[in-house]
C-alpha cells in the first residue's frame, strides 16, 4: 500500500508542479502572486471540453495544443487588462494581488453564469489502462502526462537557458529596472512571459480535465498548487516542481494516516494549509527561495 | 515599501473622474439593464378566485439539475391535470418554483421567499437530504407543510431527539431502508462476505447511507474491512481507494452522488479495484454514464422506481409524449406523488390552512399515488411499506434487475 | 415591508463585518482575506450557546465577540511577529481561513459539513440598528483615540511609525483583534437571521466580498465601506435575474477601483458636509437605476416596445440621478454655514454638562499614570553630566556584496550641532539607519551617554532618546498636521483603551486637550501653528519638513537627526530652516546630527563637521579645516562645492 500511495502522491503532485511553476514564474520577474492562475486553468480545460466534446470533434493531441495556446492567450489578455497600468505605476504588489483575486472572481463566476455549473467528462484518452507492476498499478494517462509535461519543462528550461527572451527573462527576474534600462522592452517581455505561464497553465487544466472533470470551481486545486510553490520558494522553478511533488506525496500520505483510530483524511486540508501558514511564518522563502531585502 | 499616496493621482483632475464615475455607472446600468428581464412576468392571469399556490423548492441548475428538471416537468403535467379537472376547491392551483441549486443556504432563502413572499400553502421538495434539514425550522415557523421528494435522510422528519418534525413530511423510503436494501442484496445476491465503503463526510446522506450499509451488512454476517471517507468537493479518492485495495474486499458501497460515485469508479478501475460497486439512489442520474464512462460499466444501485416498473408505464409515456425524452427517475414520480398527496389533503380538509392541512396529511390512508398505494405514518412522517428496485448500468442505460424484498 | 427588512437587515450585517475589516485592512494596512473565518468564529460560538444551551442573544454574541478575538491572536502573533512581506500576510490569512473552515467540518460540536439548522431568529430591526450604530461609535472613537491614531500611522508608513516609537506589534494586534471582533459580531447575527449557518458559508468569497466593499469604499474611511457595502447587497436585489453576475460585477470592479482609482469611493475621507454632494451623486444613481427598473418592466408589461422602454428607463435614471445630485448640492450649501454653528453649540453645551460631573467623575479615584521620565528636559534622569553624549565605534554594515559602512568612528558632545557629509553614497543616511534601527548592524557599537544602542528595536531607540527625520519625508500624509506630532508626543495619552473607546469625556476629553496643547506648542515652534487642521500631505514641499522636525521633537529627544532637511530648498527657504533649527538647538538643549548637501546650511551651524567617504571617516573639524582638507577636496573631486565662511 505504502508503494501505490506514493505513486498516487506523486501522481497528484505533478499537476501541482506544473501549476506551481505558473505561480513561480511569474512571481520571479514580478514578485507578485498571481491568483487569476487558477482560472486560466480552468479556463483551459474548458476550451479542451469545448473543441473536443461540446462543439466540435477535434482529437487529443492537437486539442491539447490548441487549449495551451488558447490559455496562454487568455493569460497574456489578462496581464494586459489587470496589471500592465499598475506595472508600469509600479504599484506595490499587494495592488497586483487584489487585482488578480478580482480577475479570479470575475472570470471563475462568468463561468457559473453562461456555462452553467453543470459537470463535463472530457472521454477518456487512453481508455482505462493501467500498468501493472507487481500490486502498483499505474494509470496510462499519468504517465502520458508526467512524460508531456516533463517535455514541456523541458523546452521551458531551454527557452530560459538558450534564447534570448529567456536570458531577458532570466535578467529581469534579477532586476527588471536594470533590463529595461538596458534597451528590453518590458512590455514584450511580460507578454511572453505571460504567455508561456498561461500556456504550462493550460496544459494542467487539460490534464485535470481529463482525470476529473470539467466545472467552474475547478481552480480550487490551484490553492493547493500555490502551496506547492511556496514550499518550493515562490521564484524558483526547480522549487516549484519539487515542491508541488513533495506537497502532493505529503497530501497522500496523510490521507491513509490515522491517529488513534481516527482517519486523517479529511483533515488533508487543514494539514495543507497549516503548512502554508507554518512556511510563510519560518520559511517564506521556502526551499530554494530567494530573499530580497527590502532597501529603504 | 511604498507610502499610500494622498491628495490626488498626478494627473487626474478631481471633476473629471467624479463625470468618468458617473458615465462608467450609467453604461454599466446600460448594460444592465439590456440584459435584465422583467422577473416573473406576473401576467394578469385574471382569474376569479385567487389559484392555491404551492411552492418548489428544487435545484435547476447545479450538478442535481437533471433531477430538478424532471420535477419541474412532472408538476407541471400534473397540475394541468388537476387544472382540467376542475381545479381544487373550486381553485385552480399554481406552482411556484424557485431554484435552490441543493444549496443549503440557498435552500433557505427560497424557502423563506417562498413562504413570506409568494404566500404558498404547502412546499414540495428538497430532493436532497442534507437540504432538507437546512430549512427545517424555517415551515416549521411559518406552519406550512413540506413534503421533500426524494430526502432519504431519517433525520428529515424525526429529529435527533425522537419527536418527529411537525411540518415536514417525504414521498420517499429512508436510507436505513435503502441501506439495508444495498447490505442485503450484496450479501444474498452478490454472494459477498466482505465490503468496503466509501462515502462523503460533508454530506447527511453519504455518511448515514453509508452507516445503515454498514449495519445491514455486518447483521448478515458480512465483515467490512474498510470505512474511508472524504471531504466534499474533493476530486481524488485513490489514497483511501489504495487502502481499500489492501483489505481486498468482495464488492464496494459508495453511498454519494452521481459526481462523486463516477471519479471513485474511475479511479478504483484505475487502481485495478475490479470488485463489482453498488450506490444508491444519489447515483440515478444520466449524466453518472457520461462521467464515469466504461468505468461505472455492471455496477449496481438501489433506486425507489425504474422505468420499467408496470405501474408507472403511463406516466413515462405521456412524459415522453410532452417532453422528448425519458424522465430522470425517481424525482418525477416523488414530485407528482407529493402534488398528490397535497391535494388530496387539501381536499379532505377542506382548506388550505397549515395546520389544519398538515393534520389531513397525517392522516392520509391508502391513497392512491403513481407508485402504488401511499399510507403515512403519522409517529414518522414517512410513508409505510414503500418498494426499492435495484438497477444496475449496462452500457448507456440503467436495467431494472429486481425490487427488493428486504429481510429482517 | 418583509423585503425591505431582509435587505436592512442584510446590509447592517455585512457592514459591521465592512467596519471590522476597514480598522484593520483599511486603517492599519494589513491585507487580510481570511476575515470570514472570524465571522465563523463568532456565528458558531453565538449559535452554539443560543442552540445548545438556550443562553440569551446579546450575551451570546458578546461571548462570539470575545472568541474571534482571540482567535485572531492565534494567526495574528505568528504571521504579524515574522513580520511578513504584505502579500504573503494576505496569503497565510487565507490559509488561516481555509483551515478555520476545515477544523469547523470536522468537529462534532458544529455538526460538521452539514451545519447547524434551526437557531433561532433574533436578529431583529431593532436589535441590529442599535448594533449597527454602536459598533459605528465605537469604531469612531477609537480611530480617533490615541490608540486609533498609533494603529493609523502603522497603516501609513509603519516604518516613520517605528521610528516614533511605535512598537508595530502590539498595536497590530490590537487593530486585528478589533476587527476581529466586530466580524465576530457580524456572523453572530448573521446566524441568527440565516437561521442555518454551515462553514462552507464562510468561504473565499465572503472574506473577497467584504475586502472588496472596504477596497472599493476606500481603504482610510468608515463611510466609503459602509457605502460600498450597502451598494453590494442593494443593487443585485435591484436585477434579481442576474445573481450570477453579481460576483462577475464584483471582481471587475475590483480590477477597475484598484487599477484606476485605488482610493475607493472616499478615499481617506469621512462623511462631511463637503463631501455630501459625493454621497447624494451615489443616492442619485442608485436611485435612478431602481426607477429605471421599475419604469422598464411597467412600460414592457404595457406593451411598449423593448427599445423605447429602454430608453424611457434611461431617461428616467438621468433625470433622477440628476435631481438627486442637483439636491445634494442645495443641501450641502444650505448646510455649509449651519453645521459648524450647530456642532459648536452641541459642543459647548456638553463640554458645560461634562464640567458640571466633572468633580463626581473626573479625578476623583483615578490615579495618574506616572508620565514616563522625558530625557532631553532639564532635569535629565540618565547619566548627567558627560560630556560625549554619543560615541560610535567601529560600525559596519553591509548589503550583500556591497559594504556601505565600513568602520565608522564618531563621536557627537553633547549640545553640539555635528555636521556629517560626504559624497552621494558615502554611507551617511545609512549611518543614521543603522543608529534608528531600520537595519540590523554588522559590527561595532554605538553608545549613547554610555549604553550600546546598536541592535535595539526601534522603539527602544526612541524611548533611550534618538529621533529622526527622513531624507524624502516619511509624514503619516492623510492625518493633519496636528495629528501627526500628536501621535508622537512623548508619554502619549493618559487613559485607559476602555475610555478610548467610549471616548469618555471626563477622561479623554481633557487628555486630548492636553495634547492638544502641546502639539501646538511644538507646532508654534516650527512656524506651523496655522497650519495645525491641514492634511499633512496637501502642505507645500517646505512646511512638510519642518512638519517632521516638529514630529521629532515631540519625542523630546536627546539626540535628533536630520537628514538633508534642506533638500530642494531655495536660499531664502534654506536661512530660513537655518533658523528653525537654532531654535530648536535652543543653545544646546538637543544635541543634533545634520546630514546636508547645502553647505551653507552646514557651515552657518555647524562648529564641528565629519566627512564620510566610502563608510569611513575621512576627516573631522571645524568648517575652515574641512574645506581646506586635501582628503575632503579629493572625495569631492569633480563637484562644485559653493561655501560661504563665515
Same mark, same amino acid.
Given at each position: 500500500?505504502?508503494?501505490?500511495?506514493?505513486?498516487?502522491?506523486?501522481?497528484?503532485?505533478?499537476? %501541482?508542479?506544473?501549476?506551481?511553476?505558473?505561480?513561480?514564474?511569474?512571481?520571479?520577474?514580478?514578485?507578485?502572486?498571481?491568483?487569476?492562475?487558477?482560472?486560466?486553468?480552468?479556463?483551459?480545460?474548458?476550451?479542451?471540453?469545448?473543441?473536443?466534446?461540446?462543439?466540435?470533434?477535434?482529437?487529443?493531441?492537437?486539442?491539447?495544443?490548441?487549449?495551451?495556446?488558447?490559455?496562454?492567450?487568455?493569460?497574456?489578455?489578462?496581464?494586459?487588462?489587470?496589471?500592465?497600468?499598475?506595472?508600469?505605476?509600479?504599484?506595490?504588489?499587494?495592488?497586483?494581488?487584489?487585482?488578480?483575486?478580482?480577475?479570479?472572481?470575475?472570470?471563475?463566476?462568468?463561468? %457559473?453564469?453562461?456555462?452553467?455549473?453543470?459537470?463535463?467528462?472530457?472521454?477518456?484518452?487512453?481508455?482505462?489502462?493501467?500498468?501493472?507492476?507487481?500490486?502498483?498499478?499505474?494509470?496510462?494517462?499519468?504517465?502520458?502526462?508526467?512524460?508531456?509535461?516533463?517535455?514541456?519543462?523541458?523546452?521551458?528550461?531551454?527557452?530560459?537557458?538558450?534564447?534570448?527572451?529567456?536570458?531577458?527573462?532570466?535578467?529581469?527576474?534579477?532586476?527588471?529596472?536594470?533590463?529595461?534600462?538596458?534597451?528590453?522592452?518590458?512590455?514584450?517581455?511580460?507578454?511572453?512571459?505571460?504567455?508561456?505561464?498561461?500556456?504550462?497553465?493550460?496544459?494542467?487544466?487539460?490534464?485535470?480535465?481529463?482525470?476529473?472533470?470539467?466545472?467552474?470551481?475547478?481552480?480550487?486545486?490551484?490553492?493547493?498548487? %500555490?502551496?506547492?510553490?511556496?514550499?518550493?520558494?515562490?521564484?524558483?522553478?526547480?522549487?516549484?516542481?519539487?515542491?508541488?511533488?513533495?506537497?502532493?506525496?505529503?497530501?497522500?500520505?496523510?490521507?491513509?494516516?490515522?491517529?488513534?483510530?481516527?482517519?486523517?483524511?479529511?483533515?488533508?486540508?487543514?494539514?495543507?494549509?497549516?503548512?502554508?501558514?507554518?512556511?510563510?511564518?519560518?520559511?517564506?522563502?521556502?526551499?530554494?527561495?530567494?530573499?530580497?531585502?527590502?532597501?529603504? | 515599501?511604498?507610502?499610500?499616496?494622498?491628495?490626488?493621482?498626478?494627473?487626474?483632475?478631481?471633476?473629471?473622474?467624479?463625470?468618468?464615475?458617473?458615465?462608467?455607472?450609467?453604461?454599466?446600468?446600460?448594460?444592465?439593464?439590456?440584459?435584465?428581464?422583467?422577473?416573473?412576468?406576473?401576467?394578469?392571469?385574471?382569474?376569479?378566485?385567487?389559484?392555491?399556490?404551492?411552492?418548489?423548492?428544487?435545484?435547476?441548475?447545479?450538478?442535481?439539475?437533471?433531477?430538478?428538471?424532471?420535477?419541474?416537468?412532472?408538476?407541471?403535467?400534473?397540475?394541468?391535470?388537476?387544472?382540467?379537472?376542475?381545479?381544487?376547491?373550486?381553485?385552480?392551483?399554481?406552482?411556484?418554483?424557485?431554484?435552490?441549486?441543493?444549496?443549503?443556504?440557498?435552500?433557505?432563502?427560497?424557502?423563506?421567499?417562498?413562504?413570506?413572499?409568494?404566500?404558498?400553502?404547502?412546499?414540495?421538495?428538497?430532493?436532497?437530504?442534507?437540504?432538507?434539514?437546512?430549512?427545517?425550522?424555517?415551515?416549521?415557523?411559518?406552519?406550512?407543510?413540506?413534503?421533500?421528494?426524494?430526502?432519504?435522510?431519517?433525520?428529515?422528519?424525526?429529529?435527533?431527539?425522537?419527536?418527529?418534525?411537525?411540518?415536514?413530511?417525504?414521498?420517499?423510503?429512508?436510507?436505513?431502508?435503502?441501506?439495508?436494501?444495498?447490505?442485503?442484496?450484496?450479501?444474498? /445476491?452478490?454472494?459477498?462476505?466482505?465490503?468496503?465503503?466509501?462515502?462523503?463526510?460533508?454530506?447527511?446522506?453519504?455518511?448515514?447511507?453509508?452507516?445503515?450499509?454498514?449495519?445491514?451488512?455486518?447483521?448478515?454476517?458480512?465483515?467490512?474491512?474498510?470505512?474511508?471517507?472524504?471531504?466534499?468537493?474533493?476530486?481524488?479518492?485513490?489514497?483511501?481507494?489504495?487502502?481499500?485495495?489492501?483489505?481486498?474486499?468482495?464488492?464496494?458501497?459508495?453511498?454519494?452522488?452521481?459526481?462523486?460515485?463516477?471519479?471513485?469508479?474511475?479511479?478504483?478501475?484505475?487502481?485495478?479495484?475490479?470488485?463489482?460497486?453498488?450506490?444508491?439512489?444519489?447515483?440515478?442520474?444520466? /449524466?453518472?454514464?457520461?462521467?464515469?464512462?466504461?468505468?461505472?460499466?455492471?455496477?449496481?444501485?438501489?433506486?425507489?422506481?425504474?422505468?420499467?416498473?408496470?405501474?408507472?408505464?403511463?406516466?413515462?409515456?405521456?412524459?415522453?409524449?410532452?417532453?422528448?425524452?425519458?424522465?430522470?427517475?425517481?424525482?418525477?414520480?416523488?414530485?407528482?406523488?407529493?402534488?398528490?398527496?397535497?391535494?388530496?389533503?387539501?381536499?379532505?380538509?377542506?382548506?388550505?390552512?397549515?395546520?389544519?392541512?398538515?393534520?389531513?396529511?397525517?392522516?392520509?390512508?391508502?391513497?392512491?399515488?403513481?407508485?402504488?398505494?401511499?399510507?403515512?405514518?403519522?409517529?414518522?412522517?414517512?410513508?409505510?411499506?414503500?418498494?426499492?428496485?435495484?438497477?444496475?448500468?449496462?452500457?448507456?442505460?440503467?436495467?431494472?434487475?429486481?425490487?427488493?424484498?428486504?429481510?429482517? | 415591508?418583509?423585503?425591505?427588512?431582509?435587505?436592512?437587515?442584510?446590509?447592517?450585517?455585512?457592514?459591521?463585518?465592512?467596519?471590522?475589516?476597514?480598522?484593520?485592512?483599511?486603517?492599519?494596512?494589513?491585507?487580510?482575506?481570511?476575515?470570514?473565518?472570524?465571522?465563523?468564529?463568532?456565528?458558531?460560538?453565538?449559535?452554539?450557546?443560543?442552540?445548545?444551551?438556550?443562553? &440569551?442573544?446579546?450575551?451570546?454574541?458578546?461571548?462570539?465577540?470575545?472568541?474571534?478575538?482571540?482567535?485572531?491572536?492565534?494567526?495574528?502573533?505568528?504571521?504579524?511577529?515574522?513580520?511578513?512581506?504584505?502579500? !504573503?500576510?494576505?496569503?497565510?490569512?487565507?490559509?488561516?481561513?481555509?483551515?478555520?473552515?476545515?477544523?469547523?467540518?470536522?468537529?462534532?460540536?458544529?455538526?460538521?459539513?452539514?451545519?447547524?439548522?434551526?437557531?433561532?431568529?433574533?436578529?431583529?430591526?431593532?436589535?441590529?440598528?442599535?448594533?449597527?450604530?454602536?459598533?459605528?461609535?465605537?469604531?469612531?472613537?477609537?480611530?480617533?483615540?490615541?490608540?486609533?491614531?498609533?494603529?493609523?500611522?502603522?497603516?501609513?508608513?509603519?516604518?516613520?511609525?517605528?521610528?516614533?516609537?511605535?512598537?508595530?506589534?502590539?498595536?497590530?494586534?490590537?487593530?486585528?483583534?478589533?476587527?476581529?471582533?466586530?466580524?465576530?459580531?457580524?456572523?453572530?447575527?448573521?446566524?441568527?437571521?440565516?437561521?442555518?449557518?454551515? &462553514?462552507?458559508?464562510?468561504?473565499?468569497?465572503?472574506?473577497?466580498?467584504?475586502?472588496?466593499?472596504?477596497?472599493?469604499?476606500?481603504?482610510?474611511?468608515?463611510?466609503?465601506?459602509?457605502?460600498?457595502?450597502?451598494?453590494?447587497?442593494?443593487?443585485?436585489?435591484?436585477?434579481?435575474?442576474?445573481?450570477?453576475?453579481?460576483?462577475?460585477? !464584483?471582481?471587475?470592479?475590483?480590477?477597475?477601483?484598484?487599477?484606476?482609482?485605488?482610493?475607493?469611493?472616499?478615499?481617506?475621507?469621512?462623511?462631511?458636509?463637503?463631501?455630501?454632494?459625493?454621497?447624494?451623486?451615489?443616492?442619485?444613481?442608485?436611485?435612478?437605476?431602481?426607477?429605471?427598473? #421599475?419604469?422598464?418592466?411597467?412600460?414592457?408589461?404595457?406593451?411598449?416596445?423593448?427599445?423605447?422602454?429602454?430608453?424611457?428607463?434611461?431617461?428616467?435614471?438621468?433625470?433622477?440621478?440628476?435631481?438627486?445630485?442637483?439636491?445634494?448640492?442645495?443641501?450641502?450649501?444650505?448646510?455649509? &454655514?449651519?453645521?459648524?454653528? #450647530?456642532?459648536?453649540?452641541?459642543?459647548?453645551?456638553?463640554?458645560?454638562?461634562?464640567?458640571?460631573?466633572?468633580?463626581?467623575?473626573?479625578?476623583?479615584?483615578?490615579?495618574?499614570?506616572?508620565?514616563?521620565?522625558?530625557?532631553?528636559?532639564?532635569?535629565?534622569?540618565?547619566?548627567?553630566?558627560?560630556?560625549?553624549?554619543?560615541?560610535?565605534?567601529?560600525?559596519?554594515?553591509?548589503?550583500?556584496?556591497?559594504?556601505?559602512?565600513?568602520?565608522?568612528?564618531?563621536?557627537?558632545?553633547?549640545?553640539?550641532?555635528?555636521?556629517?557629509?560626504?559624497?552621494?553614497?558615502?554611507?551617511?543616511?545609512?549611518?543614521?539607519?543603522?543608529?534608528?534601527?531600520? !537595519?540590523?548592524?554588522?559590527?561595532?557599537?554605538?553608545?549613547?551617554?554610555?549604553?550600546?544602542?546598536?541592535?535595539?528595536?526601534?522603539?527602544?531607540?526612541?524611548?533611550?532618546?534618538?529621533?529622526?527625520?527622513?531624507?524624502?519625508?516619511?509624514?503619516?500624509?492623510?492625518?493633519?498636521?496636528?495629528?501627526?506630532?500628536?501621535?508622537?508626543?512623548?508619554?502619549?495619552?493618559?487613559?485607559?483603551?476602555?475610555?478610548?473607546?467610549?471616548?469618555?469625556?471626563?477622561?479623554?476629553?481633557?487628555?486630548?486637550?492636553?495634547?492638544?496643547?502641546?502639539?501646538?506648542?511644538?507646532?508654534?515652534? #516650527?512656524?506651523?501653528?496655522?497650519?495645525?487642521?491641514?492634511?499633512?500631505?496637501?502642505?507645500?514641499?517646505?512646511?512638510?519638513?519642518?512638519?517632521?522636525?516638529?514630529?521629532?521633537?515631540?519625542?523630546? &529627544?536627546?539626540?535628533?537627526?536630520?537628514?538633508?532637511?534642506?533638500?530642494?530648498?531655495?536660499?531664502?527657504?534654506?536661512?530660513?530652516?537655518?533658523?528653525?533649527?537654532?531654535?530648536?538647538?535652543?543653545?544646546?538643549?538637543?544635541?543634533?546630527?545634520?546630514?546636508?548637501?547645502?553647505?551653507?546650511?552646514?557651515?552657518?551651524?555647524?562648529?564641528?563637521?565629519?566627512?564620510?567617504?566610502?563608510?569611513?571617516?575621512?576627516?573631522?573639524?571645524?568648517? !575652515?579645516?574641512?574645506?581646506?582638507?586635501?582628503?575632503?577636496?579629493?572625495?569631492?573631486?569633480?563637484?562644485?562645492?559653493?561655501?560661504?565662511?563665515?
Amino acid at each position: 500500500m505504502f508503494f501505490q500511495t506514493v505513486i498516487t502522491g506523486l501522481s497528484i503532485g505533478s499537476v %501541482y508542479a506544473l501549476m506551481a511553476v505558473g505561480y513561480s514564474l511569474v512571481f520571479s520577474v514580478l514578485n507578485f502572486s498571481n491568483f487569476a492562475h487558477g482560472a486560466i486553468i480552468t479556463l483551459g480545460a474548458y476550451i479542451a471540453w469545448a473543441i473536443m466534446v461540446a462543439h466540435l470533434s477535434v482529437p487529443f493531441l492537437p486539442a491539447l495544443l490548441l487549449s495551451i495556446a488558447g490559455a496562454g492567450f487568455l493569460a497574456f489578455l489578462n496581464e494586459r487588462i489587470a496589471y500592465s497600468t499598475l506595472r508600469r505605476r509600479r504599484a506595490p504588489s499587494l495592488y497586483l494581488m487584489i487585482s488578480a483575486m478580482g480577475v479570479s472572481i470575475c472570470l471563475q463566476n462568468l463561468l %457559473y453564469a453562461t456555462v452553467g455549473a453543470k459537470l463535463y467528462a472530457i472521454p477518456a484518452v487512453f481508455a482505462q489502462d493501467s500498468f501493472v507492476f507487481r500490486d502498483i498499478t499505474v494509470s496510462k494517462m499519468d504517465i502520458f502526462a508526467f512524460w508531456f509535461s516533463t517535455l514541456s519543462i523541458a523546452v521551458l528550461h531551454l527557452i530560459l537557458t538558450r534564447t534570448k527572451v529567456g536570458m531577458a527573462i532570466r535578467a529581469a527576474s534579477r532586476d527588471m529596472e536594470m533590463v529595461s534600462a538596458l534597451g528590453v522592452n518590458l512590455d514584450v517581455l511580460v507578454a511572453v512571459l505571460f504567455f508561456i505561464a498561461g500556456g504550462l497553465g493550460g496544459m494542467a487544466g487539460v490534464f485535470m480535465g481529463i482525470k476529473y472533470m470539467v466545472y467552474p470551481s475547478m481552480g480550487w486545486i490551484t490553492n493547493k498548487a %500555490y502551496i506547492g510553490a511556496v514550499i518550493g520558494g515562490l521564484g524558483s522553478l526547480p522549487g516549484a516542481i519539487i515542491g508541488g511533488l513533495l506537497l502532493g506525496l505529503l497530501e497522500a500520505l496523510v490521507s491513509i494516516a490515522s491517529i488513534g483510530g481516527t482517519s486523517l483524511s479529511t483533515f488533508r486540508d487543514v494539514f495543507s494549509f497549516g503548512i502554508l501558514v507554518a512556511l510563510l511564518i519560518v520559511r517564506p522563502t521556502g526551499l530554494f527561495g530567494r530573499t530580497v531585502e527590502e532597501k529603504l | 515599501m511604498h507610502r499610500k499616496i494622498p491628495g490626488g493621482e498626478p494627473g487626474i483632475k478631481k471633476g473629471s473622474v467624479m463625470k468618468k464615475t458617473i458615465h462608467f455607472l450609467a453604461i454599466a446600468a446600460v448594460l444592465a439593464v439590456l440584459g435584465c428581464k422583467p422577473s416573473d412576468g406576473k401576467s394578469a392571469a385574471a382569474g376569479q378566485q385567487e389559484p392555491i399556490r404551492i411552492g418548489h423548492s428544487v435545484a435547476l441548475t447545479g450538478p442535481s439539475a437533471t433531477w430538478g428538471q424532471a420535477e419541474a416537468n412532472a408538476l407541471k403535467m400534473i397540475v394541468d391535470k388537476i387544472n382540467g379537472e376542475g381545479g381544487v376547491l373550486g381553485r385552480k392551483i399554481e406552482v411556484i418554483a424557485h431554484d435552490n441549486r441543493a444549496d443549503r443556504l440557498e435552500a433557505v432563502n427560497v424557502a423563506k421567499r417562498l413562504v413570506e413572499q409568494d404566500k404558498v400553502v404547502a412546499i414540495i421538495g428538497p430532493a436532497q437530504s442534507g437540504v432538507a434539514n437546512a430549512i427545517r425550522e424555517v415551515n416549521n415557523a411559518a406552519k406550512i407543510p413540506v413534503v421533500a421528494t426524494t430526502a432519504t435522510n431519517p433525520k428529515v422528519t424525526v429529529a435527533e431527539d425522537g419527536k418527529v418534525v411537525p411540518y415536514t413530511f417525504r414521498a420517499c423510503f429512508i436510507d436505513p431502508f435503502q441501506g439495508t436494501v444495498a447490505g442485503q442484496f450484496a450479501l444474498k /445476491d452478490l454472494k459477498a462476505k466482505t465490503a468496503a465503503v466509501l462515502y462523503d463526510v460533508g454530506d447527511d446522506y453519504s455518511q448515514f447511507l453509508g452507516k445503515y450499509f454498514v449495519e445491514a451488512f455486518t447483521k448478515g454476517g458480512g465483515r467490512i474491512t474498510a470505512n474511508e471517507a472524504f471531504r466534499s468537493g474533493e476530486l481524488d479518492f485513490r489514497a483511501q481507494l489504495g487502502k481499500i485495495k489492501t483489505g481486498k474486499p468482495d464488492i464496494l458501497f459508495i453511498p454519494t452522488m452521481q459526481k462523486e460515485a463516477a471519479l471513485a469508479a474511475k479511479q478504483a478501475r484505475d487502481l485495478k479495484i475490479d470488485v463489482p460497486l453498488i450506490g444508491g439512489d444519489g447515483w440515478a442520474s444520466p /449524466d453518472l454514464i457520461d462521467l464515469a464512462g466504461p468505468a461505472i460499466e455492471g455496477a449496481y444501485f438501489v433506486n425507489i422506481a425504474a422505468l420499467e416498473d408496470p405501474a408507472i408505464q403511463d406516466f413515462i409515456k405521456d412524459y415522453r409524449a410532452r417532453f422528448n425524452m425519458d424522465p430522470v427517475l425517481p424525482n418525477p414520480l416523488m414530485a407528482y406523488d407529493a402534488m398528490i398527496l397535497i391535494v388530496d389533503a387539501i381536499r379532505r380538509a377542506g382548506t388550505t390552512d397549515g395546520e389544519k392541512l398538515k393534520d389531513a396529511i397525517e392522516a392520509t390512508r391508502d391513497l392512491q399515488v403513481l407508485t402504488g398505494k401511499l399510507t403515512i405514518d403519522p409517529a414518522t412522517h414517512n410513508p409505510l411499506n414503500k418498494p426499492a428496485t435495484i438497477q444496475q448500468v449496462k452500457g448507456k442505460d440503467f436495467v431494472y434487475v429486481k425490487t427488493f424484498v428486504t429481510t429482517d | 415591508m418583509a423585503y425591505a427588512e431582509a435587505i436592512f437587515l442584510n446590509s447592517a450585517i455585512y457592514i459591521i463585518a465592512a467596519m471590522g475589516l476597514a480598522v484593520f485592512t483599511g486603517y492599519t494596512g494589513l491585507f487580510s482575506l481570511g476575515h470570514a473565518a472570524f465571522m465563523a468564529v463568532g456565528a458558531y460560538a453565538a449559535s452554539i450557546l443560543t442552540y445548545f444551551y438556550r443562553w &440569551p442573544f446579546l450575551p451570546a454574541l458578546a461571548v462570539g465577540v470575545v472568541l474571534s478575538a482571540l482567535a485572531s491572536f492565534v494567526i495574528g502573533y505568528p504571521t504579524l511577529r515574522a513580520r511578513l512581506r504584505s502579500d !504573503y500576510f494576505a496569503i497565510a490569512t487565507l490559509g488561516f481561513g481555509e483551515a478555520v473552515k476545515v477544523i469547523l467540518e470536522n468537529f462534532d460540536l458544529t455538526q460538521g459539513a452539514r451545519g447547524l439548522p434551526g437557531i433561532q431568529k433574533l436578529t431583529g430591526p431593532g436589535n441590529t440598528t442599535l448594533l449597527l450604530v454602536l459598533s459605528i461609535w465605537l469604531c469612531r472613537n477609537f480611530l480617533r483615540s490615541s490608540y486609533g491614531r498609533r494603529v493609523i500611522a502603522i497603516g501609513q508608513d509603519h516604518i516613520a511609525a517605528e521610528m516614533i516609537g511605535i512598537p508595530l506589534l502590539p498595536n497590530q494586534l490590537l487593530s486585528l483583534g478589533i476587527s476581529a471582533g466586530f466580524s465576530g459580531l457580524a456572523g453572530g447575527l448573521l446566524a441568527h437571521y440565516t437561521t442555518f449557518i454551515q &462553514p462552507s458559508i464562510f468561504s473565499m468569497d465572503l472574506s473577497s466580498l467584504i475586502t472588496a466593499g472596504v477596497v472599493c469604499g476606500g481603504m482610510g474611511s468608515l463611510t466609503g465601506p459602509f457605502v460600498a457595502v450597502t451598494l453590494f447587497v442593494v443593487i443585485p436585489e435591484l436585477f434579481r435575474g442576474l445573481a450570477l453576475w453579481r460576483l462577475v460585477f !464584483y471582481g471587475m470592479l475590483l480590477v477597475v477601483i484598484i487599477n484606476w482609482r485605488p482610493r475607493g469611493l472616499f478615499g481617506y475621507e469621512e462623511l462631511s458636509v463637503r463631501n455630501l454632494p459625493k454621497l447624494f451623486v451615489i443616492m442619485g444613481i442608485t436611485l435612478g437605476l431602481t426607477m429605471a427598473t #421599475v419604469v422598464y418592466k411597467a412600460l414592457v408589461r404595457a406593451n411598449a416596445y423593448e427599445a423605447a422602454a429602454l430608453l424611457a428607463a434611461l431617461g428616467a435614471m438621468g433625470a433622477i440621478a440628476l435631481l438627486v445630485s442637483l439636491l445634494g448640492r442645495g443641501v450641502s450649501r444650505l448646510l455649509e &454655514p449651519v453645521v459648524p454653528r #450647530v456642532r459648536g453649540a452641541w459642543q459647548e453645551a456638553f463640554a458645560r454638562f461634562v464640567r458640571l460631573l466633572d468633580p463626581l467623575l473626573g479625578t476623583m479615584g483615578r490615579k495618574r499614570r506616572p508620565r514616563a521620565v522625558v530625557p532631553g528636559e532639564d532635569g535629565d534622569g540618565a547619566v548627567g553630566g558627560e560630556d560625549t553624549l554619543l560615541r560610535i565605534l567601529g560600525l559596519r554594515k553591509s548589503f550583500g556584496g556591497v559594504v556601505a559602512v565600513d568602520g565608522l568612528d564618531l563621536e557627537v558632545e553633547r549640545g553640539e550641532i555635528l555636521g556629517l557629509i560626504g559624497p552621494n553614497g558615502s554611507g551617511k543616511t545609512t549611518v543614521f539607519n543603522l543608529m534608528s534601527g531600520v !537595519y540590523p548592524v554588522d559590527g561595532g557599537e554605538i553608545l549613547l551617554a554610555g549604553k550600546n544602542i546598536a541592535g535595539l528595536s526601534p522603539p527602544d531607540i526612541v524611548t533611550a532618546g534618538v529621533a529622526r527625520t527622513f531624507q524624502n519625508i516619511r509624514l503619516f500624509g492623510s492625518m493633519t498636521a496636528l495629528e501627526n506630532v500628536t501621535t508622537a508626543l512623548r508619554g502619549g495619552a493618559d487613559y485607559s483603551l476602555a475610555e478610548a473607546f467610549l471616548r469618555w469625556p471626563w477622561t479623554v476629553w481633557k487628555d486630548e486637550a492636553r495634547l492638544r496643547e502641546e502639539t501646538l506648542m511644538l507646532l508654534d515652534l #516650527v512656524g506651523l501653528a496655522d497650519q495645525a487642521d491641514r492634511t499633512a500631505g496637501t502642505l507645500p514641499y517646505g512646511l512638510q519638513r519642518k512638519l517632521e522636525i516638529a514630529r521629532a521633537l515631540a519625542l523630546r &529627544p536627546r539626540l535628533l537627526l536630520l537628514d538633508e532637511p534642506a533638500a530642494g530648498m531655495n536660499p531664502r527657504e534654506a536661512e530660513d530652516l537655518v533658523d528653525l533649527i537654532r531654535r530648536v538647538h535652543d543653545g544646546g538643549r538637543v544635541s543634533i546630527i545634520l546630514i546636508e548637501h547645502h553647505m551653507d546650511v552646514v557651515m552657518s551651524l555647524c562648529k564641528r563637521i565629519a566627512v564620510l567617504n566610502f563608510g569611513r571617516k575621512i576627516a573631522q573639524g571645524s568648517p !575652515y579645516e574641512i574645506q581646506s582638507d586635501p582628503g575632503v577636496l579629493r572625495a569631492y573631486l569633480g563637484e562644485k562645492v559653493n561655501v560661504a565662511v563665515r
